[in-house]
């Protein structure tokens, strides 16, 4: 009786050998900066080091008539590969991408998209149009960084990282070149942490290792109250000699947060 033969596993099957696996997600840090932008985008990317696995996305404002440079001279900052970005340009790990002149951009499933500008000279907020993009597409994995600028572009699409659960950073004003974008998002409240540049690398990294343990900023409610308690704590300490303000106070959580720099 002849053998009967075994049929081949399909390779491209779920359940096959070789079936198609889906792409790890790339930890991706979305960056927005404007006037004053270049050298604090350059302290950033030397703090974060070639082989961290992590993809920066730079998103600039660029006069649309001058060829985009930003990719060349950030490349002295890094050992990252540095790329201007084309359309359809998947994101991939120790990369640091560009948005070139003249462009807004998005992100789907990891691919960032290049798009013909809507909004007239002036009226353009490509940084945040990008962070919505990102907050979409990461969710609780989206990282947002606003830096030195004019303008408010950055805040609301910070807003909507938060919403998305994900964590934002704000480099310290008094660090800045021009401290407008950095001030608006921070009056926002949208800010889980304020550093200066050459410090957020390390800061970012570590909120990317250990998702959740961002300090969130304290509201004007808790800043209020901290300052009537410590009131309360100056007045014991004169009327009993003994310092009551040295306890800690309570916490939800027994886990340290990554702790806020404030200004």
Excluded: C, W
């Amino acid at each position: 009786m002849p053998r009967r033969k075994t049929p081949k596993r399909d390779s491209t099957s779920p359940s096959g050998a070789g079936a198609l696996r889906p792409r790890p997600e790339v930890p991706t840090v979305a960056v927005g900066a404007s006037a004053g932008g270049l050298e604090a985008v350059e302290q950033l990317l030397r703090f974060i080091p070639n082989g961290s696995g992590v993809a920066v996305v730079v998103v600039q404002h660029l006069d649309p008539v001058h060829k985009g440079m930003m990719a060349e001279l950030l490349q002295r900052s890094t050992a990252m590969s540095v790329r201007q970005v084309k359309d359809r340009t998947r994101v991939e790990p120790n990369t640091v991408y560009v948005i070139p002149p003249n462009k807004d951009m998005s992100v789907l499933h990891g691919v960032l998209h290049l798009l013909e500008p809507v909004a007239p000279r002036g009226r353009r907020l490509p940084i945040d149009s990008f962070f919505r993009s990102v907050a979409d597409d990461k969710r609780q994995q989206s990282v947002g960084v606003v830096l030195s600028g004019m303008g408010s572009d950055g805040t609301e699409g910070l807003k909507a990282i938060k919403a998305a659960g994900g964590a934002t950073f704000v480099q310290e004003p008094s660090s800045a070149k021009f401290d407008a974008m950095p001030r608006s998002a921070i009056d926002a409240g949208v800010a889980d942490v304020i550093a200066p540049p050459d410090e957020l690398g390390a800061r970012i990294l570590a909120a990317i290792a250990h998702p959740g343990r961002v300090a969130a900023p304290a509201s004007p409610l808790s800043v209020q109250a901290r300052s009537a308690i410590d009131k309360i704590f100056i007045i014991l300490r004169g009327q009993t000699g003994h310092d009551f303000g040295a306890y800690k106070h309570s916490s939800s959580s027994s886990e340290k947060p990554i702790a806020q720099k404030t200004t």
